[in-house]
């Protein structure tokens, strides 16, 4: 018997050396992150999944994150920002503009004219715009905001080098700033979640997208478009704004050591990064489009002018708009540029 208890009493502590070798007893935190995009999507891939390991190690183990992909846990796109305001999910990474009116602050970003084509440097003016911004995400406790490369046009099968050769079709955007700059250009915008655009291209429904490069592998655009269309120097025409946000009554609960741990992982250098990781996404999603055989098209720098002209008037709109909410339009458009232009070297 005593044999018996000593070798039950060895086995007992390799398990618990295990265990605190791999932190596997630690994990008294657990987070379940709620998202759109499926599981080999970049976004969950080249993003999320590095940052919650990053958290999980900073926490020496006792934190565990749990990503769901695709709406897993229920739900369409445009109602993650509710489910995580009331505690269904703890975390999520979503698009802003699923809920129009929700973010206008952070909108600003989105704006044709001010997002040009620099995700990096955009990342890191939100980031020092937090403290002006911060209004827009009552109830929850943002990780980080990011934006992609900028929006692009993607067409089934009509060459685009004007803004008249968009007159009369109907593009897909994700956003309300999105659907400005589409009726500036004198096309109808469809809102609808990226995930049902495949569906939506192949029957017709609509004649094409704006959206940027990165998106093409994991919905394979490539099959459903012809033409690929920015401007010169990757400009773009708007972009899109995105957030991984905690529920607020999750992030109040935790001590200050776990919460330093999410802080830590998510400071500018992390901004940064991600602007660089959706650069190369970005980078990586057209030449599967050119190497499918679609046409990749770069606007001379008068033909991107004249994009940028027909598309002025939806900053004016847009200021106008938020002003009559008692924001500042015109003082974020500028301070936005200013801090886009700030880090736009780096």
């Not at 952070?106 to 990342?123: G, Q, R």
Request: charged share 20%; glycine share 8%.
């Amino acid at each position: 018997m005593t044999k018996l208890k000593s070798l039950k009493t060895m086995l007992v502590a390799s398990a618990l050396s295990v265990a605190a070798a791999t932190g596997a007893w630690a994990q008294e935190y657990t987070f379940k992150l709620h998202h759109l995009l499926a599981a080999q999507a970049p976004a969950q891939t080249k993003m999320l999944e590095p940052w919650a390991k990053q958290v999980e190690e900073n926490s020496g183990g006792r934190v565990k994150i749990e990503l769901y992909p695709a709406m897993s846990l229920g739900g369409r796109p445009p109602e993650l920002v509710q489910q995580v305001r009331d505690g269904v999910v703890d975390l999520i990474w979503t698009v802003n503009g699923y809920t129009p009116g929700l973010f206008p602050r952070t909108e600003v970003f989105e704006l044709p004219n001010v997002f040009i084509n620099d995700p990096k440097a955009t990342n890191l003016a939100m980031y020092d715009m937090m403290d002006t911004l911060k209004d827009d995400y009552k109830g929850m406790e943002v990780m980080f905001l990011h934006v992609h490369a900028g929006q692009a046009l993607h067409m089934a099968n009509k060459l685009v080098r004007s803004p008249a050769d968009l007159v009369g079709t109907k593009l897909r955007v994700p956003t309300r700033t999105g659907a400005w700059v589409i009726e500036a250009l004198g096309a109808s915008p469809a809102a609808m979640p990226v995930p049902e655009l495949p569906q939506a291209l192949s029957k017709g429904v609509v004649d094409g997208a704006m959206i940027p490069w990165e998106i093409i592998p994991p919905l394979k655009i490539q099959e459903q478009t012809q033409y690929q269309i920015e401007g010169a120097d990757m400009t773009r025409f708007g972009t899109t704004t995105f957030q991984v946000s905690m529920n607020q009554a999750r992030w109040d609960g935790l001590p200050d050591d776990i919460k330093a741990a999410f802080k830590d992982a998510s400071g500018p250098e992390w901004w940064a990064q991600v602007g660089d990781i959706w650069r190369a996404s970005d980078d990586f999603g057209i030449k599967v489009a050119t190497d499918a055989g679609n046409e990749h098209i770069t606007l001379t720098p008068e033909e991107t002018a004249a994009f940028a002209d027909a598309m002025a008037p939806v900053v004016d709109r847009w200021v106008a708009d938020v002003t009559a909410q008692g924001i500042d339009g015109a003082g974020l458009v500028a301070a936005a540029r200013n801090g886009i232009a700030k880090h736009g070297s780096k």
